[in-house]
C-alpha cells in the first residue's frame, strides 16, 4: 500500500513538477531570476525522480499508476517499463543541461520572459510522451510538447525564423491532424485507446485491417521522428532558432518520435521477423541523411541532418525485431540524445564566440578555444562511432544483430554510412578548428584579446558536463547494455506491461 | 481622422460586461454536472472581456483589469495541478475526485466535487489566455492602431 502511493508520487513527478513550476515562472514574470531558480530547482528534482524510477523499474519491473483512480482501460494510465525508465532519464539529464546552457547563454532567457515556462511545459510534455501508457494521451503529450515547441522555435522573431517556424508548424499540424484520424480509426476498430488493451485486442483483428493501422502510426510518428522520405522538414527549421533550442529539439524530439515508433510497433503490432519496410526506410533515412549532410556548409545544417541519418540506425535496429537490435537501438538512442545535443551545444559555444557557423568563415579555433574543440572532438568521435566511445557500442550492437538476422545488404549500408558520418565530422574539424578563418570581417578574425573569444563559463560547462555524460555512457557500456537487453526483453514480450496495466 | 467611440456600443458594453461574467461563473459553478464547465466559463468571461476591448481599444482594456494577464495564467495552472496533487498528499492517485456535501441553510444541501477547484484553475487559464491575446495582438507596445478617443 506504502509501496504503491510511493511509486504513484514517483510516477507522476517528472509531469506534475515541470508544470508547477512553469506556473510559478510565469507567475513571476519580470523576475528573471526567481524563474531561473524554480526552473532549474523543478528540473533537478525531475532527474533525481527519474533516478529513482529507473531503480525502482531495474528492482520490481514494469510500474503503473492509473490517474484519477479510474480503473485501466477506461482511465488514463501512465505505465514505465525499462525502456521508458531509460528514455526518462536521460532526457531530463539533457533537458537540464541545455537549460543551464541556455541561462548562460546572453540573450537567451534574460529578453524573454516567456522562454523559462514554455521550456518547462515542453519538459513536460517529452515526460508524459515517454510514460503515458495511452494512444490518445500520448496525443495529448505530442500536442503539450508541439504547442511549447512552436514558441521556442519562433522565440527572438527573426525573418528567417518565422519563415522556417511556419513550415516547422504546419507539417507538425498536418501529422497531429493524421494521429488524431489514426487513433479514430483504432478506436473504431477496437474500441479502445489504452495501449494494454490495444496490444491484446488489435492481435484479434483481420491481418488486413492490422497493416492498415500500424502503417498510418508509422507514417504519423515518421513525420515527427523524421525518418524517409518525411524528413525534409528538419533540416530547414532546426538551424535557425537559437541555439540551446535547436540543441534540445535535436537531441529530444526526433527521439520521442522514435520512441513512439518503438513502443506502437513492439506493443500493439508485434512481428517475429525482420519488418522489410522499416527496414528500406532505415536504409534510405541513413543514406539521404548523411548525403545531405555531406552537402552542407554550416556546422549546424551538417548536424541538422546527421539527425535524421542516426534516426536510420534507431529504425534499422527495431526493423529486425530481436532481442539484440531492439536492445541495440535502445542503446543508441540512449547514447544519442547526449552526443546530438552536446555536438550542438559545443557548436553554440564557436558561434557564441565568433559569430557565425559557417565552415568557411571560422576557422583555427583549436589554437584560440582548445576546450571547445575537445569538447566537439569527444561528441564527434561518438557520433561516428569510433571505439571506445559510447556510438561505437550502439553501433556495434545493431550491426552484429543485424548478421545474426542475415540482413547483409542494410548492415553494409550502415558501415558505409558510419564511414561517411566520420568523413563529414572530419570536415567540420577541418574547417572550424584547424585552418585558419577566410573572413576578416568576423569577430573572431579581428579578436586580439582573449575576452573576445570567451564564452560565458555556465554555457562552457553545461557542455563539459554533457560531453561527461556521453564518456560515462561509453564507461558504463556493459551495464547500460544489460539494461537495454532488459528494455528489449521488455518491448519484444510485454506480457508483464499488459499484465501490470490491465491487472 | 481619428476614430469615435459608438455610444450604442459603449453603453451595451457597459451593462452587459458584469451580467456576462456572473454567467460566466454561473457556468463554472453548474459545470460539474450541468452544461458548462471551466472552459466554456473562462470563454464567456473572455467574451466580456473582449467586447470591453472591442468597444474603447486596449486602454480600456487595461482600466477594467489591472492584474497581469500572466498573473491569470499561472494562477490557473497552479490551481489545477494543486488539486491534482492534493488528492496525491491524501494518499490518494494524482487527480483522484472526491465529493463534498454542505447544509447551506436557505440555499440547502449543496453537493460539490473537487473537480470544481480544478475547472477554477481552467476558467482561469482561458481567460488569462484572452487576455493575453488581446494585450500582445491589440497593440500593448504603446503605439495601439485602434486607440479609440472617447
Not at chain 1, 473504431?188 to 488493451?197: P, R
Not at chain 1, 533515412?285 to 539527425?307: C, E, P, W, Y
Not at chain 2, 491569470?72 to 494543486?82: K, P, Q
Request: with cysteine; proline share 4%.
Amino acid at each position: 500500500m506504502v509501496e504503491q502511493a510511493k511509486m504513484s508520487v514517483l510516477l507522476v513527478l517528472p509531469i506534475v513538477l515541470p508544470l508547477l513550476a512553469a506556473a510559478l515562472a510565469i507567475i513571476a514574470y519580470n523576475h528573471r531570476t526567481l524563474q531561473r531558480i524554480v526552473a532549474v530547482g523543478a528540473l533537478i528534482a525531475v532527474v533525481a525522480d527519474s533516478a529513482f524510477l529507473l531503480v525502482a523499474v531495474e528492482r520490481d519491473g514494469v510500474q503503473s499508476v492509473q490517474m484519477g483512480a479510474w480503473p485501466a482501460p477506461l482511465g488514463i494510465t501512465l505505465v514505465v517499463d525499462m525502456f521508458s525508465a531509460l528514455m526518462l532519464v536521460i532526457s531530463m539529464v539533457t533537458v537540464l543541461s541545455v537549460l543551464i546552457y541556455a541561462i548562460g547563454q546572453p540573450g537567451v532567457d534574460h529578453d524573454q520572459p516567456v522562454f523559462h515556462p514554455v521550456y518547462l511545459v515542453m519538459t513536460a510534455g517529452v515526460a508524459l510522451s515517454f510514460t503515458t501508457g495511452d494512444l490518445f494521451n500520448l496525443f495529448v503529450a505530442y500536442e503539450i510538447t508541439l504547442a511549447a515547441s512552436y514558441v521556442l522555435i519562433t522565440l527572438g522573431g527573426r525573418r528567417e525564423q518565422i519563415r522556417s517556424g511556419m513550415t516547422y508548424i504546419i507539417i507538425n499540424l498536418l501529422a497531429s491532424t493524421l494521429f488524431v484520424v489514426g487513433i479514430a480509426w483504432v478506436y473504431a476498430a477496437t474500441g479502445t485507446v489504452n495501449m494494454a488493451d490495444l496490444a491484446v485486442k488489435i492481435a484479434q483483428l483481420p491481418s488486413g485491417t492490422q497493416t492498415a493501422l500500424s502503417m498510418f502510426l508509422l507514417v504519423v510518428f515518421g513525420i515527427k521522428a523524421a525518418i524517409f522520405p518525411l524528413f525534409f522538414w528538419l533540416p530547414d527549421s532546426y538551424p535557425t532558432a537559437r541555439m540551446p533550442v535547436t540543441a534540445v529539439f535535436a537531441g529530444l524530439l526526433t527521439k520521442v518520435g522514435v520512441y513512439s515508433i518503438i513502443r506502437t510497433q513492439t506493443l500493439l503490432f508485434p512481428q517475429n521477423r525482420p519488418s522489410t519496410i522499416l527496414l528500406v526506410c532505415a536504409g534510405l533515412t541513413m543514406a539521404i541523411g548523411v548525403l545531405g549532410a555531406i552537402a552542407q556548409n554550416d556546422m549546424k545544417r551538417i548536424l541538422s541532418f546527421h539527425i535524421v541519418s542516426q534516426i536510420g540506425y534507431m529504425i534499422l535496429g527495431l526493423g529486425l525485431f530481436s532481442v539484440a537490435g531492439v536492445a541495440g537501438t535502445v542503446f543508441f538512442i540512449f547514447h544519442q540524445i547526449p552526443v546530438k545535443t552536446a555536438l550542438f551545444l559545443a557548436t553554440g559555444l564557436v558561434e557564441q564566440s565568433t559569430g557565425s557557423t559557417a565552415l568557411s568563415k571560422v576557422g583555427g579555433m583549436i589554437r584560440r578555444t582548445p576546450l571547445v574543440a575537445g569538447l566537439f572532438l569527444l561528441a564527434a568521435l561518438s557520433l561516428a562511432g569510433i571505439p571506445p566511445f559510447s556510438g561505437f557500442v550502439g553501433k556495434l550492437g545493431i550491426i552484429q544483430a543485424g548478421f545474426g538476422a542475415g540482413e547483409y545488404a542494410i548492415v553494409g549500408v550502415s558501415l558505409v554510412v558510419s564511414l561517411l558520418t566520420l568523413f563529414s565530422m572530419i570536415k567540420i574539424w577541418n574547417g572550424v578548428f584547424l585552418g585558419t578563418p577566410e573572413d576578416p570581417t568576423l569577430r573572431l578574425a579581428s579578436a586580439t584579446s582573449e575576452e573576445r573569444l570567451s564564452t560565458p563559463v555556465l554555457m562552457r560547462g553545461a557542455t563539459v558536463a554533457l560531453v561527461g555524460v556521453t564518456l560515462a555512457i561509453a564507461l558504463f557500456a556493459g551495464t547500460l547494455f544489460d539494461l537495454s537487453e532488459r528494455a528489449a526483453q521488455g518491448l519484444l514480450d510485454p506480457s508483464a506491461y499488459i499484465q501490470q496495466v490491465l491487472g | 481622422m481619428t476614430p469615435r467611440r459608438s455610444v450604442i456600443l459603449d453603453l451595451c458594453v457597459q451593462a452587459e460586461f458584469h451580467t456576462l461574467l456572473l454567467l460566466s461563473l454561473y457556468l463554472l459553478f453548474a459545470g460539474h454536472n450541468q452544461p458548462g464547465g471551466g472552459f466554456a466559463g473562462g470563454l464567456v468571461a473572455s467574451c466580456a472581456f473582449g467586447l470591453r476591448y472591442v468597444a474603447g481599444g486596449s486602454s480600456a482594456l487595461s482600466r477594467s483589469i489591472s492584474i497581469p494577464a500572466t498573473t491569470f495564467l499561472g494562477v490557473g495552472m497552479l490551481f489545477a495541478i494543486l488539486t491534482g496533487c492534493v488528492s496525491l498528499l491524501t494518499g490518494h492517485e494524482f487527480l483522484e475526485s472526491a465529493i463534498f456535501s454542505a447544509d447551506l441553510m436557505v440555499l440547502g444541501t449543496v453537493k460539490t466535487s473537487s473537480v470544481l477547484f480544478f475547472d477554477i484553475g481552467v476558467y482561469l487559464v482561458v481567460l488569462g489566455m484572452a487576455l493575453l491575446l488581446l494585450e500582445q495582438l491589440g497593440g500593448a507596445d504603446g503605439t495601439d492602431p485602434d486607440e479609440v478617443q472617447p
